[in-house]
């Protein structure tokens, strides 16, 4: 069993972690692009590497998930803040970054990559 000290240094990794993969993940998916292809919000896995994007979207948020969870002590927390988290990204690629498209399918692989 962990002590009270060892738990709050846990915590603390996982809040400079979960900061950092943040950081990371904001400049891969909100920096403008050039791409003019949106296969549409409903496309799952549509397109020549439609697969690949889905894993890479699944693996990206693999050590966000780790990281909240790590910070917050609480695996479902950490899944509902990824799941926010996407939200924010998919709709700031709508609305703001030039060359972004927003697809359901972000949206569940960046989920599931948090689970």
């Known amino acids: 069993m962990r002590g009270a000290k060892g738990e709050m240094s846990a915590r603390r990794v996982g809040i400079v972690l979960s900061a950092l993969v943040l950081v990371v993940i904001f400049l891969a998916t909100l920096t403008p ?3 003019t292809l949106s296969p549409g919000f409903f496309c799952i896995a549509c397109g020549e590497f439609g697969g690949l994007d889905v894993l890479n ?11 909240f969870a790590l910070a917050s002590g609480h695996r479902w927390r950490s899944v509902l803040a990824c799941v926010v988290v996407t939200a924010f990204i998919e709709s700031m690629q709508v609305r703001i970054v030039p060359g972004r498209d927003s697809s359901l399918s972000d949206l569940l692989a960046n ?5």
């Not at 979207?57 to 966000?64: A, E, H, R, Y």
């Not at 989920?111 to 689970?115: D, K, N, P, Q, W």
């Open 33 to 35: 692009s050039d791409d």
């Open 57 to 67: 979207n699944i693996v990206m948020f693999l050590p966000l998930g780790f990281a």
């Open 111 to 115: 989920s599931l990559g948090g689970l």
